[in-house]
């Protein structure tokens, strides 16, 4: 049967389909990173993922890269470390991430043979990657070559920008790739010259030749990068983007196929994140919270300077998220600005302390200056019945459509943001109101009928025996 009419059934099958009598399934999930060693939204949400569908009856594993121990007793470069985490079995490459060469980055050889001596051992039915940055855009071929059935949820804009945020460090937004412009981005360098280098620089370049082959090979690694991963990504079987707008720029690469890049939104563990009555306040102030990493283009410095601009007001905001002034030079400047007004920088917090935190909060705040996919903040504020007050940005904007669930405010505009917050200052029954009117959140239970019925459809109908 061809592919897509089997992705199609697949999504086709009925909500009993245990009864149908399906074979559980082998599967491995591969993340860039998972708990206890990090904690970010993709790792959490692989973590939550995996949990249900072995609770449904599958023999799960999870592949996540590791940086590994240093001193006498690391483990080497490839190693596989085998563990359990919360009742799951979880295999960690140790990789260090020290490249010879750019290409490294996204096409590895070495990690591409490790993997494939997993799954001669291991022998999945189906491989669901949930990032492949650490790893090698080649595994998936790498599966495909065993007859594996391959999944890749597309969490950001990894397949074309190297720096996966879509944004250069002078704080530009793409709107594409830049062809060898992102050489200069990656470089720190130049940016004013990135549109002239995506348009022309590719015509100027001579032939490498052995003289100039090493100068030039970040020039030809960064304009190889795009074409090969998304090649990769082209010959999965299926595609998941849990936005609509980062489906859109995928799709606009014109090296995929819509047929099998599907929107499919995130799932939540609704159980643990059930609405709460909210603890008041004892000062009667209006309470904003920043959860997540306190990096750059997140826009925590947006979300300080429209305190600054508050000053005076019944209000104060709590930043959750790990602080380290003394060691990261963002992290010093948002210090300095922060003095004077009522911020407080508490930390991070553990994963089971979220529900505790929400009943603590008003309004989320969420500053993010890059094309943000589809947080998992906002869905967890959705849940504990929070408002939130999101960038016009991306999948920020598809999630919280003014009014509902929360307002928007003009990405990196502190103005624009203060002018939001005096909102719920001015209007007392806001907050609620909007939290009243948030969007479903899909559970995760749901999340993973949905996944298991598309597996199912890429393997093939395994009847009990």
């Known amino acids: 049967m061809p592919l897509a009419k089997r992705c199609a059934r697949a999504v086709r099958f009925p909500a009993n389909d245990r009864v149908l009598g399906y074979r559980a399934m082998r599967v491995l999930y591969v993340v860039h990173g998972f708990p206890p060693e990090t904690w970010a939204g993709v790792e959490v949400y692989t973590l939550n993922l995996a949990r249900a569908m072995q609770a449904r009856g599958h023999e799960v594993a999870v592949l996540a890269r590791t940086p590994g121990r240093s001193g006498p007793a690391a483990a080497p470069e490839g190693a596989l470390l085998e563990e359990r985490f ?19 980055s996204y ?41 594996i059935a391959t999944v890749i949820t597309c969490h950001d804009y990894w397949a074309v920008c190297a720096r996966v945020q879509m944004i250069r460090p002078d ?10 412009g992102c050489a200069l981005c990656l470089k720190q360098r130049r940016y004013s010259l990135i549109g002239a280098a995506k348009r022309w620089l590719p015509h100027l370049l001579p032939p490498a030749r052995p003289i100039l082959g090493r100068r030039l090979r970040v020039f030809e690694d960064v304009l190889a990068r795009q074409p090969y991963v998304l090649g990769t990504y082209s010959r999965a079987d299926l595609l998941i983007s849990p936005s609509r ?91 300095e600005l922060a003095r004077g007004a009522r911020v407080e920088f508490r930390g991070p917090f553990a994963n089971e302390r979220l529900a505790e935190v929400h009943r603590g909060i008003d309004v989320l705040v969420v500053p ?55 909102r719920f200052l001015a209007e007392p029954g806001l907050a609620p109101e909007l939290a009243a009117r948030a969007p479903k959140v899909k559970t995760m239970a749901e999340n993973a009928a949905e996944l298991e019925r598309r597996y199912a459809g890429l393997t093939g109908p395994k009847p009990v025996p």
Not at 86 to 104: W, Y
Not at 112 to 123: A, N
Not at 293 to 320: C, D, N, Q, T
Not at 411 to 420: E, F, K, P, R
Request: hydrophobic residues 45%; proline residues 5%.
């Open 86 to 104: 919360q009742d799951l079995r979880v295999l960690r490459l140790v990789r260090r991430l020290d490249f010879s060469r750019f290409a490294e």
């Open 107 to 147: 096409h590895d050889p070495g990690v591409e043979r490790v993997f494939g001596e997993l799954l001669d051992r291991e022998r999945p039915d189906v491989v669901h990657f949930q990032h492949l940055i650490h790893f090698s855009a080649g595994c998936v071929d790498v599966a495909r070559e065993r007859g």
């Open 171 to 180: 704080g530009v937004r793409c709107r594409e790739n830049m062809g060898l």
């Open 245 to 335: 707008f980062l489906r859109d720029k995928l799709l606009a690469t014109g090296r995929l196929d819509p047929e099998r890049l599907l929107f499919s939104a995130y799932g939540m563990p609704a159980e643990r994140l059930g609405a709460r009555a909210k603890e008041p306040d004892a000062g009667g102030a209006l309470r904003l919270a920043f959860v997540g990493s306190l990096v750059w283009y997140k826009g925590v410095e947006v979300l300080v300077r429209a305190m600054r601009r508050l000053a005076g007001r019944p209000v104060r905001l709590s930043i959750h998220g790990d602080f380290r002034p003394e060691r990261e030079s963002y992290h010093a400047r948002l210090a």
């Open 368 to 422: 993010s200056l890059w094309y943000e996919n589809a947080p998992l903040t906002i869905q967890e504020a959705f849940l504990s019945r929070t408002p939130v007050v999101t960038s016009d940005l991306g999948g920020m904007a598809e999630l919280v459509q003014d009014g509902a669930g929360g307002l928007l405010f003009p990405a990196g505009d502190a103005q624009g943001l203060a002018a939001v917050i005096e």
